[in-house]
Structure formats: C-alpha cells, structure tokens
C-alpha cells in the first residue's frame, strides 16, 4: 500500500494563500517602517512571530528537537529564509528600482532548479517544471512590465544583493526538506527562534528600539506582517514543501506580482491593463505546469 496522496487541489489553494501571505507583506512593511525602523521591526516581526508559534507548541503539546545538531541546521535555514535573506534584500532594493528587485526576487525557483541540477543530478526536475520556472517568470515580466528589466547592469551590487536573498530563498527549500521528520509547526517556531536570537540583538546594537513611537498603523502592520505574513505563512511554507517539493513551493514567488496587483484594485481601485492581465494568466500557467503530476506519478498514487 501506498500513502494516501495529498489533494492537488487542496495544496495549490494553499499555495495561492501562501502567495497571498507573503505577497501582502510589502504592504505591511512599506506602512510599519514609516514610524519603525528595518531591523526593528525584523526583531519585532520574528519574536511576535516566535511566541505565537512557541504557544501553538503548547497548547499542542508538541517537543522541540533536543538534538544540537538538528539546531545547528536549523540556525542555517533560519539563515537562509529569514535573516540572511531578508537582509541582502533590504539592504539591495535601497539601491535597486522597485520593479527590477520585484523580477530579480522572483527568481528562487530559477535557483532551486539550477541547484537541483549542478548538485542533486539523481532528482531531476523534468523538462514540463523547468519550462515552468521560465514560464512563470516570463508572466512575473509581463505583470511588472518589460521595462523593469533594461536597468540590469546598473546599480551591480544592489542587483546582486536582491539576487542573492532570492538564491538564499531557493537554498532554504532545498536545505529545508532534510526536516521532513519535524512536524511543520516545530521546523517554523524553531527557524523563528533563531531568528530572534539573530535580530534581536541586532537592533539594539544598530538602531534604538526603545526609543521608537510608533504610529497606530504601523502597529497594526506590524502585528499583521508577524502574526499572519510570517508565523502563519511559515506553517504553510513547511506543509507545501513536503507536499509541492522545493520548486513547487518557490513557484509562489510567481503568484506575489499577481496578488500586489490584486490588492492594488482592490484597495486601491487600480485597473486591470490586458498587459498585467496576460501576465498573471502566464504566471498561473507556470505554476501549473510546475506543480501538476505527471500521468505516472498520478496513475502510482491511484494504485
């Protein structure tokens, strides 16, 4: 007997709300940081974010690893997805035109696939999912707009240090199923854990946390960047790279530019251009082809 395959349909509907999460959460910070500063409002988005995973852990009864080996991964893939990443990417878009670092973060399924493939020769990805990954990113061009792309060559390192947060995004799924045995919710708190002891200390020795007077919005943004766009977000980021595997649960990254435009028009009452709209559907369409099984894979899990 086989495990009962998980329902496509179920994980791609939860692939669009991861989208939707994360997609959301430059919102949230472009309305945080205007009375917050960055790596405050890091170390404010990962302990808030911590607590509420560390009373999930409670109130579920569940153990942490007691393994120092397992924490020492751990460390690396908090790195990887979270503090690492999210450094080069602030530090890179100060310096790199808001669309262009839009495409260039966009690319972690690109990485997944080239590391897949210089590195785990065995998995390979087929050629439906690598046309896929450029699929997808040709509809995160379309929805940006092409002009985004004639700036690369300018601005190297900012464009370098955006490309390498979306290298480290596509590291951190490779590096990320090696904790297939942990239960989603003990592989997000503990990555989350970490990322306190990381941030935390960093903004004391760099900015003045106590010091701050945040607005009301920015509180709420604050709140809603770390309750929804990270400690919820990162219990489905572990369920979908079990079930999606690495480049289908990076190929969410192809979904952010359709939500952003969504949220646009819907909050802000932007219209839809048949340009943006064809995009979107290129977009979806890489997804699917990333994600949809192949007949045998299919015809295993009917058996």
């Known amino acids: ?21 994360w997609g959301s959460s430059y919102l949230f910070v472009n309305v945080a940081v205007q009375t917050i500063s960055p790596i405050t409002l890091g170390a404010i988005r990962v302990s808030i974010a911590a607590l509420m995973l560390g009373a999930i852990l409670v ?4 153990s942490l690893p007691r393994d120092p080996a397992v924490w020492g991964q751990l460390f690396w893939q908090s790195l990887f997805a979270s503090t690492g990443a999210w450094t080069v990417l602030a530090w890179g878009q100060q310096y790199v035109d808001s669309a262009l670092a839009a495409v260039l973060n966009s690319t972690s399924p690109i990485w997944v696939l080239v590391y897949t493939l210089l590195f785990f020769r065995a998995e390979n990805p087929g050629l439906r999912k690598a046309m896929g990954a450029l699929v ?32 480290m995004y596509g590291a951190a799924a490779i590096y990320g199923r090696r904790f297939h045995h942990l239960p989603n919710i003990v592989t997000a708190a503990a990555t989350m854990f ?8 960093a903004s004391f020795i760099f900015e003045a946390p106590l010091s701050i007077t945040p ?10 960047l770390s309750v929804f766009s990270t400690g919820l977000a990162l219990q489905l980021y572990f369920r979908l790279l079990k079930t999606l595997g690495s480049l289908g649960v990076t190929s969410q990254a192809y979904l952010r530019s359709g939500v952003g435009v969504l949220l646009g ?4 009452g932007e219209t839809l251009s048949p340009a943006v709209a064809l995009g979107i559907g290129v977009a979806v369409f890489g997804v699917l082809l990333i994600n949809w099984p192949s007949r045998s894979k299919a015809a295993a899990h009917s058996l």
Do not use: H
């Open 1 to 21: 007997m086989t495990d009962k395959a998980p329902n496509l349909y179920v994980e791609l509907s939860l692939l669009g709300l991861l989208a939707l999460l």
């Open 265 to 268: 028009i819907i909050v802000l």
């Open 215 to 224: 607005s009301k919005e920015s509180v709420l943004a604050a709140l809603c």
């Open 194 to 201: 970490w990322s306190v002891v990381v941030l935390v200390p």
């Open 59 to 62: 109130f579920r009864r569940v």
């Open 136 to 167: 997808g990113l040709a509809g995160v061009i379309l929805i940006i707009g092409t002009d985004a792309i004639s700036g690369i060559g300018q601005q190297v390192w900012g464009q370098l240090a955006v490309l390498s947060g979306a290298m």
